[in-house]
C-alpha cells in the first residue's frame, strides 16, 4: 500500500479540514508564533526548532505517511472564506481490529478561539471517524484546569471518564489529564462527575 495516495478533506459550514502542505509554512509558523503565549500552557514543550521550515516539513511527510498508513489524519482548519489558518486537530493512535478507535488533538491560534471554529471541526471530524473510517471509540484528554477545552468536549459528545496520572509531559512536566470518550452507539447517561 505504500505510495498510494489517500485523500482526506472535510467540508463544514465555514471550514475546509485538509493535510498541511508544504506552502503552509509561513501561515503556520506566524500563527503558531503570535500565539506562543496562549499555548504554550496546555502543549508539551516545544523543541528549539520548533518553528523551523525543517521541522514543518517533517510534519508534513509525517502527515502524508500517517494518512496513507491509516494510522492518524492530522488536518489543518483552514477559513474557507479567506483560506486563513486558524488550527489543527489530529485523530491520531488510529487503531483497528476489536478496538476501531482514535484520539483527538487539537490547538487554535489565539486570534480564533472562542468563536465555534474548533467545536464546528471536532463533530466534523468525529462524524467522519464514525461514518466513513468505522471507528466506535474516539478518545481525548485535557489539563484538569482547562475548562474551555472540557466544556468544548462535552459539547461534542464527549463524557469523562476519568484521570489518567502523569499522561503528558506539558510545559515541562509531567501532569494529570482528565480523559474523555465519545462512542458511537452511546448509550451512556448523562453525568455531572469529573
Known amino acids: 500500500m505504500l505510495g498510494t495516495k489517500k485523500k482526506v478533506r472535510i467540508e463544514t459550514e465555514r471550514l475546509t479540514l485538509r493535510p498541511p502542505i508544504h506552502s503552509d509554512f509561513r501561515a503556520w509558523s506566524g500563527l503558531r508564533r503570535d500565539s506562543e503565549d496562549f499555548l504554550k500552557p496546555w502543549e508539551p514543550t516545544w523543541a528549539s526548532d520548533h ?3 525543517k521541522a514543518f516539513t517533517n510534519r508534513v511527510y509525517w502527515a502524508q505517511r500517517s494518512i496513507s498508513n491509516g ?3 492530522p488536518l489543518f482548519l483552514v477559513r474557507r472564506e479567506d483560506n486563513g489558518l486558524l488550527g489543527a486537530i489530529t485523530l491520531d493512535h488510529i487503531k483497528r481490529g476489536p478496538s476501531q478507535s482514535g484520539i483527538t488533538g487539537y490547538w487554535i491560534g489565539e486570534p480564533f478561539a472562542r468563536q465555534g471554529y474548533m467545536r464546528e471541526a471536532i463533530q466534523a471530524v468525529v462524524h467522519h471517524a464514525f461514518t466513513a473510517l468505522d471507528l466506535s471509540r474516539i478518545e481525548a484528554g485535557c489539563l484538569p484546569e482547562n475548562n474551555a477545552s472540557r466544556r468544548l468536549l462535552e459539547q461534542c459528545g464527549y463524557k469523562y471518564e476519568g484521570v489518567a496520572q502523569s ?5 515541562g ?6 480523559l474523555y470518550a465519545n ?5 451512556r447517561g448523562k453525568t455531572d462527575v469529573g
Open 173 to 178: 512536566r509531567w501532569r494529570n489529564h482528565v
Open 183 to 187: 462512542l458511537r452507539n452511546d448509550r
Open 51 to 53: 518553528l523551523s521550515r
Open 167 to 171: 499522561y503528558l509531559q506539558i510545559n
Open 71 to 73: 494510522t492518524a489524519m
